[in-house]
């Protein structure tokens, strides 16, 4: 991981002048307006930008031309890229991309949602055992209206629990399973035998300590099916409850699309949902890419 001394850390407090950060709300997110990405960016940007990553949890850029290729060498950058599972969505050339589409082969509308696991609150890869890092998702088409990608500061969601609700799910943890949650938001269209067997459940800490920031946040999402030691159905409403005490507004950030925007966040402290759209009218084609990180403690 990334680690600065103060020396260095002062250095980076002019180059986040530099990258014109502006904060989109007062809990996360923050605009980067001063890179453009399509032309690479160098080690002391990059630093930079992984900085702000850590202060503000989710980054926005662009509008900006951004080419596939470009996309995952910016992701290469954070560390090593998933190649996702579900390999029926992965973009032509690049399996490194995750591509959402509702277009057909003419690029019209199909009527059909490409993914509706995306539409509930989650946080990516939480159900491998080495869970994502950063997602990095790039808006080619987005729809005239709705189709939002909502954020939600975990950090903030840990803080306000009560002391009683911190007690109680300290050491707690929590199964996740890509099956569980495919299968509920998008049953028409499950998991392959195959691919349910590269994936078996894992279990995550509740409460996970972030490993650069050392600060808490509460893990969990849509992919959490069951808690470890606990009855199923217990379990089930407890991490309902969980997810519901998560979201409150002020903790959360909410994005409407351009197309060419580009944006960057940290699963490890981040959960993350899009809102729904009408795919027989609107057209929305996004690609993402997931870089990999560690296993939560
Ligand atoms: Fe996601």
């Known amino acids: 991981m990334i680690a600065f001394t103060p020396v260095q850390a002062m250095e980076l407090a002019q180059v986040l002048e530099q990258l014109k950060v502006r904060p989109l709300t007062a809990s996360l997110g923050a605009e980067i307006s001063n890179v453009d990405l399509s ?64 277009l057909d082969a003419q690029g019209n509308p199909t009527g059909r949602h490409p993914d509706k696991g995306t539409l509930a609150w989650h946080t990516d890869g939480s159900w491998q055992r080495r869970t994502a890092q950063v997602t990095i998702i790039y808006g080619e088409i987005v729809p005239e209206r709705d189709g939002e990608t909502h954020f939600c500061d975990m950090y903030g969601a840990y803080d306000r629990l009560s002391p009683e609700w911190k007690e109680r799910i300290a050491g707690m943890r929590a199964v996740h399973n890509l099956d569980f949650s495919r ?75 351009t197309p060419g925007q580009l944006i960057v966040w940290d699963n490890r402290c981040v959960m993350h949902r899009a809102t729904d759209y009408d795919p027989a009218t609107q057209r929305r084609v996004v690609r993402r890419c997931t870089v990999l990180g560690e296993v939560p403690q």
């Open 183 to 257: 299968t509920r938001r998008h049953g028409e269209q499950p998991m392959t035998d195959e691919q349910r067997a590269a994936v078996p459940p894992v279990d995550q800490p509740i409460v996970r300590t972030h490993p650069d920031t050392r600060r808490k946040c509460l893990y969990l999402g849509d992919h959490a099916e069951y808690i470890v030691g606990m009855p199923y159905e217990e379990g089930r409403a407890l991490i309902d409850e969980l997810n519901a005490l998560a979201v409150q507004p002020d903790l959360i950030y909410e994005h409407r699309w």
């Open 39 to 102: 032309k690479g960016v160098d080690e002391r940007t990059f630093d930079a930008i992984y900085q702000a990553l850590l202060r503000y949890q989710v980054l926005l850029f662009g509008p900006v031309e951004l080419p596939p290729g470009r996309q995952v060498e910016f992701a290469r950058r954070f560390g090593e890229v998933q190649i996702h599972v579900m390999n029926q969505y992965h973009a032509a050339a690049h399996p490194e991309l995750y591509r959402l589409s509702n």
